[in-house]
């Protein structure tokens, strides 16, 4: 047994930085997986179907604060909505009630519940999903809406000359198909001594397509 301890110890001893490295890598991994889940259940409720008015559809800060997206997304959702208005709609249907403001609360209530009776593009899984109470046309719209990610975070381990590195990256997406990135690579020798150290950086602009 006490054998058994020393080779362990032994062993220990001459990895003590990839041990040491992988620990971090897995508490990492943790702490991302627990985000997303934490993320995909806020995403969840915000799938489901709300209604919106014309007047919401052209403030650009008060359709990113109800649907709860950037205002990146908003101008671009806007943009969209515009030119939508101009071409004949991927699919129709027809929804009985008194006032056009219950249809577009009805319109909603069915897209939520699934029911197939709806045209299968109104029941489409994507992102957010909006009902438009179109006073102008007397109508109700709907909108399906893939979003662009304003922000995305990585991290992951990586080796320069042998050395090993842990690189951590923040960027931000600021229009459709540009961002801006930075990166810092985290020395794991002097993480696991309770110290924060890089060993190097890159910012750099993104063109997305």
């Not at 909108?143 to 992951?156: Q, T, V």
Request: glycine share 2%.
């Amino acid at each position: 047994m006490i054998q058994v301890f020393q080779t362990w110890k032994a062993a220990f001893k001459q990895n003590k930085w990839l041990i040491m490295l992988v620990v971090f890598f897995l508490l990492i991994s943790a702490m991302l997986i627990w985000l997303w889940q934490r993320t995909r259940q806020a995403e969840e409720q915000y799938r489901q179907a709300v209604v919106l008015h014309q007047e919401q559809m052209e403030q650009t800060q008060a359709l990113s604060k109800a649907l709860h997206i950037s205002q990146m997304n908003a101008k671009e959702l806007q943009a969209a909505y515009d030119e939508l208005k101009t071409k004949p709609p991927a699919a129709s249907f027809t929804v009985k009630a008194p006032s056009l403001e219950l249809a577009a609360e009805q319109v909603a209530e069915r897209i939520n519940k699934q029911d197939t009776a709806l045209s299968p593009a109104a029941l489409e899984k994507t992102e957010r999903t909006v009902v438009v109470k179109n006073d102008e046309e007397y109508k109700v719209d709907v909108l399906k809406i893939n979003l662009d990610k304003a922000w995305e975070l990585s991290a992951g381990v990586g080796s320069h000359r042998g050395d090993a590195y842990i690189p951590l990256g923040v960027q931000k997406n600021y229009a459709p198909n540009k961002a801006v990135a930075a990166e810092v690579h985290l020395v794991p020798e002097e993480l696991a001594r309770g110290k924060i150290k890089t060993s190097g950086w890159e910012v750099k602009h993104v063109w997305r397509f």
